[in-house]
T-cell receptor, first 118, second 117 residues
Framework: DVKVTQSSRYLVKRTGEKVFLECVQDMDHENMFWYRQDPGLGLRLIYFSYDVKMKEKGDIPEGYSVSREKKERFSLILESASTNQTSMYLC?????????????????FGPGTRLTVL | AQSVTQLGSHVSVSEGALVLLRCNYSSSVPPYLFWYVQYPNQGLQLLLK??????LVKGINGFEAEFKKSETSFHLTKPSAHMSDAAEYFCAVSDPFMNTGFQKLVFGTGTRLLVSP
């Protein structure tokens, strides 16, 4: 069965703290994604990775960085958390990185991490 | 860049009634189209997707969607709503991703479906 797991379901942090959100997939997928979900805004892409150590900025990368040292793991890092980063964070993965074939691949989502920054 | 419009942030139906959730996209070039569902406290799950071929796509749980190029639409329907269909539904469209050669998904803002007994 397809599985994407995220390290925490709920997280509360203080302003200025460094925050790590971890995502692991067990499907040997090439692509991994980080989104944030906010009411009325839908899902917005923060970063994605198409291979180990490869990353691309999404639509809203400011204030975030990512790390992908192993194929199965993709980490989202908030270097200095701020209150406007309070949100639901969703990780996803998909099989292929090859152009058009890749875009029709289903993205499989984790359960999400609800982050509150005080 | 692509954009996706979902009309109605909330749709209410009675159990057994027709479900119609609307989705329009911006591009004149036929993209790949997706509907995802999010049940409370869960991640997103694929309902169905259109890539090529037949424009009427059937998905899980009795849902289907029809790709209409002339209307740039991909509305989601189900003939008879069930209480378990209460969830948030997201339409998504593929979009070229800057200069990478890859494509990403652009999501709509979501429609929450409420089902009453």
């Amino acid at each position: 069965d397809v599985k994407v797991t995220q390290s925490s379901r709920y997280l509360v942090k203080r302003t200025g703290e460094k925050v790590f959100l971890e995502c692991v997939q067990d499907m040997d997928h090439e692509n991994m994604f980080w989104y944030r979900q906010d009411p009325g805004l839908g899902l917005r892409l923060i970063y994605f990775s198409y291979d180990v150590k490869m990353k691309e900025k999404g639509d809203i990368p400011e204030g975030y960085s990512v790390s992908r040292e192993k194929k199965e793991r993709f980490s989202l890092i908030l270097e200095s958390a701020s209150t406007n980063q309070t949100s639901m964070y969703l990780c996803a993965s998909s099989l292929s990185r090859t152009g058009l074939a890749g875009v029709s691949d289903t993205q499989y989502f984790g359960p999400g991490t609800r982050l509150t920054v005080l | 860049a692509q954009s996706v419009t979902q009309l109605g942030s909330h749709v209410s139906v009675s159990e057994g009634a027709l479900v119609l959730l609307r989705c329009n996209y911006s591009s004149s070039v036929p993209p790949y189209l997706f509907w995802y569902v999010q049940y409370p406290n869960q991640g997103l799950q694929l309902l169905l997707k259109y890539t090529t071929g037949a424009t009427l796509v059937k998905g899980i749980n009795g849902f289907e969607a029809e790709f209409k190029k002339s209307e740039t639409s991909f509305h989601l329907t189900k003939p008879s709503a069930h209480m378990s269909d209460a969830a948030e539904y997201f339409c998504a469209v593929s979009d070229p991703f800057m200069n990478t050669g890859f494509q990403k998904l652009v999501f709509g803002t979501g429609t929450r479906l409420l089902v009453s007994p």
